[in-house]
């Protein structure tokens, strides 16, 4: 804990921890006994994109290592300010698909749903930082529009909730709207892709479960965790009470130069996730987000990791290696390449 006064983590609410996030540089160098000389770069990253990130998060980091890695995904740096032709503001041209407020419809059978603007955290690797949505919730006429679209086109069979974060919503708010959609009867699945348990385990909540799991849909939950010390005692509790409501959890994960693009890293970190119950789904290469540039793990760098997981992993917590390209109909997987031998010539 921070000071004595304030009351323990596990008694305090999730809106309460979210408000109480660092967002001050200094106090986050200060707190983990960092090197006083960070304090410029990150002032200057936190200038284009500000720090954000709450307690449970930064107790899960190591004090006066500037490498740790969940530091590495939220400490403002000033090296995000340099400019690189490939590094752009918006890499996958979202701000185009998303003509109908709330609404991203580009893959067959699945609809995007953007259900809060808001996120618990700041991750630098982020498009967010060009496009910080606000943490406005739609208006209910724009609710009802893209409750409308829905129940227009019967291809819809998933409904995606997303962000920002769609857990920064209230249990209230997601309670409802879960309800109007299981109530279209060619919704056959929801999904929900949330980092919000993982940095405020405190967000699940028994309202939460109630909201999500208390309709005919199954609940698919998709957690973004890039690192096995993500993983603490709360996280792993908060994991467990989604299991035993019946939701299939998955994980994505962002590769990330100086996070985890070693083999050790990630196998450990699919290691972990299978010990909660967690298949890996997807690992993304990065987006080429300006500001994002330090974090590039070249391609045959990233399919070396992805096929040296294969010969040490079993299958199903591989996480299939993928790429989001604009005006794909899906993910885009990188080719397959073998760990160093040539079993398939
Ligand atoms: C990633 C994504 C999905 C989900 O794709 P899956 O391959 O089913 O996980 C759906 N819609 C949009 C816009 C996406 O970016
Ligand atoms: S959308 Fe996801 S990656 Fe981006 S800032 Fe929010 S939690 Fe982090």
Not at 119 to 135: I, L, M, S, T
Not at 165 to 186: F, G, N
């Amino acid at each position: 804990m921070i000071h004595g006064s304030l009351a323990p983590v596990e008694s305090v609410s999730w809106q309460s921890l979210l408000s109480r996030s660092i967002t001050d540089p200094e106090q986050l160098l200060r707190r983990l006994e960092l090197d006083p000389a960070l304090l410029a770069g990150a002032r200057a990253g936190a200038a284009d994109f500000p720090l954000r990130v709450p307690e449970p998060f930064v107790e899960r980091m190591h004090k006066s290592d500037p490498n740790d890695p969940l530091l590495r995904q939220v400490l403002p740096l000033g090296e995000e300010l340099l400019e690189h032709p490939d590094y752009v503001l918006d890499p996958l041209g979202e701000q185009h698909t998303n003509t109908r407020a709330g609404i991203i419809h580009k893959y067959h059978g699945r609809l995007l749903l953007i259900v809060s603007g808001g996120c618990a955290v700041n991750c630098r690797y982020c498009f967010r930082r060009h496009f910080p949505y606000g943490d406005n919730n739609l208006s209910t006429e724009q609710w009802q529009q893209a409750l409308d679209y829905i129940r227009g086109d019967q291809s819809i069979g998933e409904v995606i909730y997303s962000g920002g974060d769609p857990l920064a919503a209230s249990d209230k708010r997601l309670a409802w709207l879960t309800r109007e959609i299981a109530a279209i009867p060619h919704v056959r699945r929801l999904r929900v892709h949330t980092r919000l348990p993982v940095v405020i385990p405190q967000r699940v909540t028994s309202e939460l479960i109630d909201a999500l799991c208390g309709t005919r849909l199954p609940v698919v939950m998709v957690l973004h965790s890039n690192h096995a010390n993500e993983f603490d005692a709360a996280l792993g509790n908060a994991v467990l009470r989604l299991r035993q409501a019946g939701i299939t959890l998955l994980n994505q994960t962002v590769l990330l130069r100086g996070v985890n693009d070693s083999l050790e890293t990630l196998i450990s970190l699919s290691e972990t996730l299978g010990d909660h119950g967690i298949l890996p789904y997807y690992l993304h290469v990065l987006d080429h987000v300006k500001g994002a540039q330090h974090f590039h793990v070249d391609d045959g760098a990233a399919m070396g990791l992805a096929a040296e997981m294969l010969a040490r992993l079993p299958g199903f917590l591989v996480p299939r290696l993928v790429r989001e390209v604009a005006g794909e109909t899906s993910k885009t997987p990188l080719p397959f390449q073998t760990a160093g031998t040539h079993r398939l010539a």
